[in-house]
Structure formats: structure tokens, C-alpha cells
């Protein structure tokens, strides 16, 4: 499957594989260097598909008065 054909659980799902694969580290160098270019791939994959569905997010955002309005989201867990 085309990474940019993925949703984010498909991707997110493959990058835990190879991150176990990793881990593992019984991966002949070339194997492990190419696990590492598709999961890295992959997080760029996940983090666009994150950053899309934040927008999104902010859109949809209500105001007081029902009417949408564009609110930040918090970013508690970021610091």
C-alpha cells in the first residue's frame, strides 16, 4: 500500500512493526536502513495526517452563540 494512500491507523500500525523490528535488532544493516527510511516516511505520513486533522479541528470549533469560530487547541501536553 502507498504510504500517502494510508489513513493514520494503517500507518501508525506499520511503524510500531518496524520499530519492533528495530528493537529487535537482528536486522542485517541494509534491511534495518530501509525499515528506517519507510518508518521515517511514515511519521512524516502520521504527522501531516495530525496536523490536517487539527486544522480541521479549529474549524469546527463553536462559538457561544452556536455560530463556528476558529479556536487554537491547547497545548497542555506539548510542553
Known amino acids: 500500500m502507498n ?3 494510508m489513513n493514520f491507523e494503517t500507518a501508525l500500525e506499520r511503524l510500531e512493526q518496524i520499530v519492533a ?3 529487535q ?3 542485517p544493516l541494509q534491511e534495518a536502513l530501509k525499515l528506517f527510511r519507510e518508518g521515517t516516511a511514515l511519521v512524516q505520513t502520521c504527522t501531516k495526517q495530525l496536523e490536517k486533522a487539527e486544522l480541521e479541528v479549529v474549524k469546527l470549533t463553536s462559538g457561544t452563540n452556536g455560530e463556528p469560530r476558529e479556536e487554537a487547541l491547547d497545548d497542555e501536553d506539548s510542553e
Open 21 to 23: 523490528q528495530l528493537e
Open 25 to 27: 535488532g537482528d536486522a
Open 3 to 5: 504510504r500517502r494512500s
